[in-house]
């Protein structure tokens, strides 16, 4: 039973999606050996580039082996601790379309509302963040409504009760993207508590991501904020 | 095999209850015959009503046949289609103790909120109801803020995503009993999304009693709102 | 125990939302009495309209009581007896924006689907329906190919195993709004099997809204599709 | 990506809360990395403490690293190992109000309680401590009925069956908060047994916290066992 | 399609059960038509009796329909409405063994506290029960001590918080066999919340059977209390 | 709103699916209303039947009202009450390949055994019902022990415990197909019960298809015993 | 904070547990920490064992830090490794009563077996223990009817598919008290599957204790064993 | 308590399993101890191999100290460290039968395919592996038709969305052997979300196996494939 070759057996990249959805492959690491991840960073790295239209590869959910490999592969990527996020080549895009506001209800809460922040911004938008707003002290929020309804579209990030989605939706008038997260304890159940919080929002205009999914909700959130097509 | 005389193998009455814990009694009548539900309130009607304090007897959770049924045991009863509640007798207590309020996110939450209402009322609180202030209008909640403040404890009750009780208990220093409804559908999955949200509230100063407990809930804050003993 | 007066202790018209939000208020009828609908019904027919800019009010999932009601109280609504919506005014508004493309995988999603693609309309977007394309014949899906890709924002509706939104986002740059269905039985447990699924796209762009909600797909892809401000 | 300043973008404190619920803001550790904790910590101990009515802050959830964090910012703080609580300053203020009695059902429940006792007595409450009283013996709590009759609230912790709020709720006129604890294990569920059983306690006057939520029950204990206002 | 004849490709009679394992085979009703039911209750009349030691045969868990096409089958059946249960020849055998006793918690669980019982019954024990014992008023089950220890085996059947079983076990050392009923509403889930709670029960002791399975709990405690044999 | 013409917006036949996939399609008409049922049918009748090889149009999961738009349709379809299934035409093709046995557990289950069995000969496989062979009673299963070792592939359809799957296949060489059923009640969950038995099988050589999923299983048993290709 | 004295605020022993119910109290020791586990031990070694019939002091669930320091308090103590437990006093007292025959499926499920077969005999049965016969290989089973037939009560322990208690129950006239255990993986959900098997068997007279709880089997096979009384 | 003896008390080997159901039988070693797969692996080494048909003996889910223990046993044995699998004797049996196609959705299910992929050739059937074709990239699996085409039975694994066995069985007449992966994260819950989707794959001609069970899928395949016997 000898091992494969590098990539044989292991992966097919898709170094036409830019081409094709407009929007570059991400690589998700949670899962894939040390080995994998540096047999599929190798490969990024060699590619032609020229081909690749749209910005940098994203490395996502990246463990300490996987950052650490990385940052033997490219001696340049930027890195993300917070977010366990390395994205090569390091500078993103000019941002064209819409804000992108992700706001993020607690300290907890922020890894993934990083993650996603760092995702929208690689797609090619202008991102700001807004931490520490849970519904708890509405007084919070209520002082960031300019911020909000500036905004193209609006990731909201909380664990726990999950209740800020509603909140926000009720405020503004732009699409709102829930990321339930991990945090909290017990009947939190890993997130399924905010999960369901937020899938059952009383304001419209609010969808849902995985758990933790912040790199599916920045990703949504650039395709929803960007540039207006001409038949718009 | 005969069938049992009535209560016999049925029920035994507690009406010794009020005495032992201060409030009488209570009959729930979900899942019992109507004639069953007739055999106790001929019971309770019958008793020597000298040894209860503390109020009348509620029937709670009533079908339109235990409905029926009641209002010929009792020709005076006091009967709430609303809530599906009975009270005999039909007068509530005169009130003392601290002040409760009931805030109802919706309408489709109004039997549950009139039940908890009713139960405190016949606990003897003096209670107040405010309706229709969902989290996706901030504002309809906010303009309620000195009725809020004023409450000795606040009872909410919320479907759906159950943000409403963080939000409350972010406003006030009364306690927040929390109870889910069963309104809402599909990944409201029956009321477990509010209690899940509910139960993680970001708040502290919420407890929650079991989806569409109404009377749990206005037990419980007739007793929180009870009047204060010497030695406090 | 009096009745409420109409509206008194039952609801909160938010006809200023509209205003605020930029989308005027929809009524949930589902766990409303018929009277609760009438009531709120009337209201909103003797509220001067000039207030509301942004369209028709919508009633969603109507029983056929609710129905009966609604048909009594507007002489001339707008009925969809499949989506179970009654929309007054009838006409809904001239469409601006980006074109919302509503893709529906099995004939017993179809209420579902007219739900959000009736929703998106009556906000003011250019709608298309596509039916009946479930991944079992990949060959439907694609020969939809030119229509998906014009579309602003797609929303995809789906039971069962829940496969077609990660399909159909492979396929284009425009993000997915994916409304699981509660059609099924056994393991797909009233829509829990196809929200999961989706929650877990494999191809980011997809965010998800709660089980059978169309009104909330619809509603979320005509804010994404909303004309683009001048920051964009 | 440069690191965030100390707080920036990490927390936002509400020192102000105190003042605003009349009881001040605790530190929810778990989640938070020891860096983060420094950083709050150090905030708290340089704000002017004269602005803080209501008591000392409460670090609750702490880890070993925590722990080892906080006794570093803070010199004289008081920790509780069982607990995982840090409180700085470390003297409670004075007790007012009426008793709360904390009820444990096993020993293995013991650092929920804990967390509850001490709670309540830095929220300002007279507080006492019941152990080992599961139902399994029912000559144990029996034995202890004048001190739970003599309590303004009873907060009861318990993991497994969760049978102990029912019996005694079912004893005394006093409200119960009831704590579910993730003690046990297989069809134990981490706590969801216990929950389910108290949500369904047969006694009325039972509401239900988080599983493992000491600090939530004692802070509910502490409002509702609060003086009595002149309005009661 | 012809129908399949009597019995062919419906089912297949165990008469030699009794002889087998000492206790005769019982019919459960649901999910069988009617039509199915009178073919399997003829070929039980028609059977040569004298092989069947042990007692008559149960017909449990009857709709109305079921009853019917029974009482018309067998002109002298036992027939117990609240049990839905049906036994033929009508008279138990004598009783041998050790006596059992059922505890029912609330009215509402009489009919599988009764299902339990004539079950037992007719398999040939000697059986009492005892109703309305719930832990909320703990008195009610402490007087009925010298019933309780008397007992060989002890059904208990509840529902809601499940909590009389740990209580009934810690009392006696007879074994308990626990009954979770459907009795209950949203958290109990339909009887999972007693279910947890049982197999969670503090006491040892205590075996579960599925939920409103009184007849499995009968069963079981007629096995439990049989007879001595020589070797014991 | 006009209603659609008939199919246009409802369904698109896949009237080559039996030339790509070598069976034809099923309509499956649960969450059809009968007029789509009816419609579809007309379409099928309508259609050039010589383009369909590989056998009749199956109808599943038919409720009262579809049977009888079907029976109207079809002059000559085949109706199998117990089955809820249509098939026309009504002759199924001769039977090739290997022998298919389905397994029945119980009475209850026959519903689905049937569905599985007039799938698999509707698509051209000789096929054998064995029923009433639960696990309790061993020896009635080992009675058929020629006929299930004769088999290619065996159905095996079960509720409750689900644990015929596991026999049956410790017994033979031949994979076998799990269906498990919603027959049972309290903790049988619908069907969850024996789907995660059969999941967990022992035995290797279990594969397992939706709850209740007759014609799954019937398909994928014809699939299986599909006449050998040159190349096996 | 001083830390509490040894058993103070920690536990209460129930010396007199075994006058009570006639077997003697074990330490359940997952939970506590070693220095509970300590003092408690110290307690039970220093208490006059003449108080206490009915057997050794049983201390189960130990892990290797609870074993470690149970040899050093106890030097004589009997310490088995595999099922976790530790005995004290070592000797088990001569046997009574019926025969107790412990059925493991496989040897994963050994731990938890040799858990029932020590706290059987440790009690005071006669105890027998079959290993290695799940029902994928009926034949092992069937060779062991004689040993099954002789059992007064019979203890079957499996996991994964929970199959092998229906199988037993349906060959003896026994007693099964069957106990899920959480080997497996996936689908098992750490015991689920085989519970809910279990609870739904077939065969009547088959009680379910919780996931992995051998003490608890083993506990109720000793009293369903114990000596008849005279009433019997 | 003495230790037992190798295999007496820990397990029963069924070395005649080949000579029953035709296939060896393979030893699963996860929640086994090392030494007791060391006593195992020496009796199957230790056997008369003579008496074996079929091919080697499998270990599978073996840890890195099973590995050790087995690669000491066995000198010679084939080891594969993906899928945690041992084989021995090493050499797979000359193919016979249709050919297995296993196809992988993405790099982190490979473990598992790995396990199916090998456990079928060990059974005799010539394979060949599919990667990396998700239906993100929907002409990734379109580019492998022919190959899909020619398999007799075709096992897919599949974590996240399970979306790929539909959309394989839609597009072959081969049966799909479908195994759900426990990738994943958040919502994925350790595999139910593809295990659910698989379960309800709108395609028919699909059958599930449990999670991360490639093992499982492998044997079933190669029943599935198999030489067709004479009857077929």
Not at 44 to 59: H, I, M, S
Not at 163 to 183: E, F, N, Q
Request: proline share 8%.
């Amino acid at each position: 039973m000898a091992e494969p070759d590098p990539l044989e057996g292991v992966a097919e990249l898709d170094l036409q999606r830019a081409a094709r959805r407009g929007y570059p492959e991400a690589v998700y690491c949670e899962g894939k050996t040390p080995d994998q991840v540096r047999a599929i960073a190798e490969a990024v790295r060699d590619a032609d580039q020229g081909e690749k239209p749209g910005g940098a590869t994203l490395f996502t959910r990246c463990s300490d082996d996987h950052l650490d490999v990385l940052s033997h592969v490219f001696s340049d990527a930027a890195i993300d601790e917070t977010a366990r996020l390395v994205a090569w080549p390091p500078a993103p895009p000019a941002p064209v379309g819409g804000p992108v506001v992700v706001v993020c209800a607690g300290t907890s809460d922020l890894p993934v509302a990083r993650e996603a922040l760092l995702t929208a911004a690689y797609l090619g938008r202008h991102c700001e963040l807004v931490v520490d707003v849970g519904v708890a002290g509405l007084h919070r929020i209520l002082a960031r409504l300019p911020v909000l309804r500036a905004a193209r579209v609006i990731v909201v990030v909380a664990g726990m009760d999950g209740a800020l989605p509603s909140v926000v939706a009720g405020l503004v008038s732009a699409p709102v993207v829930a990321v339930p997260t991990s945090v909290g304890y017990g009947a939190a159940f890993g997130g399924i508590a905010p999960l369901l919080a937020m899938l059952n929002a009383c304001a419209p205009g609010v969808a849902v991501v995985n758990i933790d999914n912040g790199y599916g909700a920045g990703h949504l959130a650039a395709q929803i904020a960007a540039p207006a097509a001409s038949s718009d």
